[in-house]
């Protein structure tokens, strides 16, 4: 809403303005709503091969790790103003994707950082295990 309600102030006080300036604002907002429309869902999977992220509903992916890099694989709950609010976030060696809720699947990687993405809590995994792990404790 913040993008729309930006863009088009942008538009109204750019009437005037060269057809480049208008070019670059209409990109701006077309970047910006695509980067809205794949993040309004995501797709987490982990198995054998590892931890991937990717949109839902463009389907390209977001993120890959593989299986020899992660560490444990769990689920927990997050507030978006622990990792600086909603959207894509880095900080150091990890990366959050904090789009919707408060449920998350989190993986540690052996590098010392972390991926955590948020999904609702209906499609949280019932038992998450490290991939490659035999289950055998």
Do not use: C, M, Y
């Amino acid at each position: 809403a913040i993008v729309a309600v930006a863009g088009a102030a942008g538009l109204v006080a750019a009437q005037d303005a060269p057809v480049i300036v208008r070019t670059l604002i209409w990109a701006v907002l077309a970047i910006a709503g695509i980067a809205l429309v794949a993040l309004l869902g995501i797709d987490v999977r982990v198995d054998q091969e590892g931890l991937r992220i990717r949109s839902a509903l463009l389907r390209f992916p977001l993120k890959q790790v593989p299986a020899s890099k992660l560490g444990d694989v769990r689920t927990t709950t997050v507030h978006p103003s622990d990792w600086g609010g909603w959207g894509i976030r880095k900080h150091g060696g990890s990366t959050a994707f904090i789009v919707n809720g408060r449920h998350a699947v989190s993986a540690s990687l052996r590098d010392g950082g972390e991926v955590l993405v948020t999904i609702p809590e209906r499609k949280l995994p019932r038992d998450l295990k490290r991939p490659g792990s035999d289950g055998d404790s």
